[in-house]
């Protein structure tokens, strides 16, 4: 069974600091990997995505890739209150023609404070 | 960017009754939905692959009579929670992607349904 691990958290950091989410995977086979901010009664809405082994870096956020290891993690910089949320990692498979794209495992969710 | 609509928002309905939640792509169109149940402090779990004119593929465990997805065009896919009980009181979310050429995006995901069943 294809797992997705992350740490419940809470993770609590103070404003303008560096948050660290961490999350592994079981299934080697897997080559997409997805992060997701969830509020709480909201749906998640996608923060990154990132294919190949590296860092990848989009504003605040960047997003490192180590698929040796089968670890992925999202940094956020210069952390705000409105950052506080689950963070979801989630892994998938991507055969060519894409058909298996949209079956993402999901973890469980890291939740973030972040405190003034 | 592309938008997902979920309607509606939320529902509460009495144990037996059966519920329709509608999942809509507004400005692409999308031959595949997926459809994801979360409960409280819990993940998302995908339930079913909404495939658009044959039948969906169901996870293991669901049960694909209580559960009824209709993928009738490649704008809408319903999820229809029939003889709905307490059980079945959950977050609802639908979820699609859209393409340009052979790249798919990432999942977009709908605003979600919370499902009380009293």
């Known amino acids: 069974q294809k797992e997705v691990e992350q740490n419940s958290g809470p993770l609590s950091v103070p404003e303008g600091a560096i948050a660290s989410l961490n999350c592994t995977y079981s299934?080697?086979?897997?080559?997409?990997f997805f992060w997701y901010r969830q509020y709480s009664g909201k749906s998640p809405e996608l923060i990154m995505f990132i294919y190949s082994n590296g860092d990848k870096e989009d504003g605040r956020f960047t997003a490192q890739l180590n698929k040796a290891s089968q670890y992925v993690s999202l940094l956020i910089r210069d952390s705000q209150p409105s950052d506080s949320a689950t963070y979801l990692c989630a892994v998938t498979e991507w055969d060519a023609g894409g058909t298996s794209y949209g079956k993402l495992t999901f973890g469980q969710g890291t939740i973030l404070t972040v405190h003034p | 960017g592309a938008v997902v609509s979920q309607h509606p928002s939320w529902v509460i309905c009495k144990s037996g009754t059966s519920v329709k939640i509608e999942c809509r792509s507004l400005d692409f169109q999308a031959t595949t939905m997926f459809w994801y149940r979360q409960f409280p402090k819990q993940s998302l779990m995908l339930m079913a692959t909404s495939n658009e004119g044959s039948k969906a593929t169901y996870e293991q465990g669901v049960e694909k009579d209580k559960f009824l997805i209709n993928h009738a065009s490649l704008t809408l896919s319903t999820l229809t929670v029939t003889s709905a009980h307490p059980e079945d009181s959950s977050f609802y979310i639908c979820?699609?992607?859209?393409?340009?050429?052979?790249?798919?995006?990432?999942?977009?995901f709908g605003n979600g349904t919370r499902l009380t069943v009293t």
């Open positions: 299934d080697r086979g897997s080559q997409s």
């Open positions: 979820s699609a992607r859209d393409r340009v050429g052979q790249i798919y995006s990432p999942l977009h």
